[in-house]
């Protein structure tokens, strides 16, 4: 557990959350100890880090920090208003201390981002299908979380040759955005348009509900705080999914998809995707889903294709890659940081 929480805390500052870094660094250095962190942390080490403990363990007192029930640490937590100054272990330990079985408790629960970062990488894909197929899209997400990522032609994207959205959407990935979403102004990637999304549906393990004050609270609680931009964007999203809520079914990922794809429509392109989700499907579901997509590559045609798109972990950055049926082609599209920053794509001779 020690060890999953430095392995964290060098994660988050290599992401850019310096004020996490620090925190976690004080969270492992009290289990070492056996403080308050490890009694609250000691029923959970079978896999810590692929079940990302650390994570949830911050995201728990998040929660606590944003409903205003720890005031020390939202005098430092930028997120609920605070200074963004490094904030004092003692203070989190105390505020460890105070919530301590409200915090069990809710280890219990899984890691729920729904990064809208993310959909800067997708678009790449999107985008290059649509020009490929010249067909409309019929979309299906997997681990969709609230279906902020399903939105995705709902927010506006510059990459300072090309363009691609609503102009005037709050959720904005241009020259403006901090960290850069492009990793190399000078050679962007082609949002050429146009994209007709004909339909849209998600599935998830425990999926969140935009118009429910709890978990959008969840969903906010899973920001690193001093990532100011991130949290900025993620309102402006919720905000927009009150307007276009994603629909987002409670499923296991294979059987749903294996349902969905057996109807898939017969009057366009469809797509199946997702964004860091396959680490957490268990082999069962990632067994029935490689299984679902192979029987609909088998039937596609054409006129009604199909394309698994996703965006993974490979190594320090994500890989977008994307398979094609008829023919089952796999290319990579685009490298970026886990967020969504950074997106070099890859260009194919």
């Not at 399903?150 to 005037?168: E, I, K, M, P, R």
């Not at 294979?254 to 989700?277: F, K």
Request: net charge negative; proline share 7%; charged share 20%.
């Amino acid at each position: 557990m020690r060890d999953a929480l430095r392995l964290q805390a060098a994660s988050c500052i290599s992401l850019g959350s310096p004020f996490y870094g620090d925190v976690l660094a004080g969270l492992a250095d009290d289990v070492e100890r056996g403080g308050v962190t490890w009694r609250v942390l000691a029923d959970r080490t079978e896999r810590p880090v692929h079940d990302a403990v650390p994570l949830r363990l911050l995201g728990a007192l998040h929660r606590i920090v944003l409903r205003g029930d720890a005031p020390a640490l939202a005098a430092r937590y930028p997120s609920a208003g605070g200074d963004g100054a490094p904030v004092a272990i003692t203070d989190v330990l105390a505020a460890l201390e105070a919530h301590a079985p409200e915090i069990a408790g809710e280890l219990g629960t899984s890691v729920q981002t729904n990064e809208v970062g993310r959909s800067a990488v997708l678009v790449v894909g999107f985008t290059y299908l649509a020009r490929c197929w010249q067909l409309p899209l019929h979309l299906l997400e997997v681990g969709a979380s609230a279906g902020l990522n399903l939105n995705w032609d709902h927010y506006w994207y510059d990459t300072g040759s090309t363009t691609f959205g609503v102009l005037s959407s709050a959720v904005r990935f241009d020259a403006s955005a901090e960290p850069p979403v492009w990793a190399e102004p000078a050679d962007p990637p082609d949002l050429t348009g146009p994209v007709a999304v004909h339909s849209r549906a998600g599935c998830d393990a425990a999926p969140l509900d935009v118009t429910d004050a709890g978990d959008r609270a969840r969903l906010l609680s899973f920001v690193w705080p001093d990532q100011r931009a991130r949290f900025a964007r993620l309102r402006a999203a919720l905000a927009i999914a009150e307007r276009y809520p994603p629909p987002v079914e409670r499923a296991d990922a294979g059987e749903w998809l294996a349902e969905r794809l057996a109807g898939a429509p017969a009057d366009g392109g469809t797509v199946v995707y997702h964004s860091i989700v396959w680490q957490y499907l268990g082999d069962t579901t990632r067994r029935r889903l490689r299984e679902a997509l192979r029987t609909a590559g088998e039937a596609a045609t054409a006129s009604a294709p199909l394309a698994w798109l996703r965006m993974e972990p490979a190594g320090n950055v994500a890989d977008l890659r994307v398979t094609t049926w008829p023919g089952g082609e796999e290319r990579v599209l685009a490298h970026a940081g886990y967020h969504g920053q950074q997106v070099q794509v890859v260009r194919h001779r």
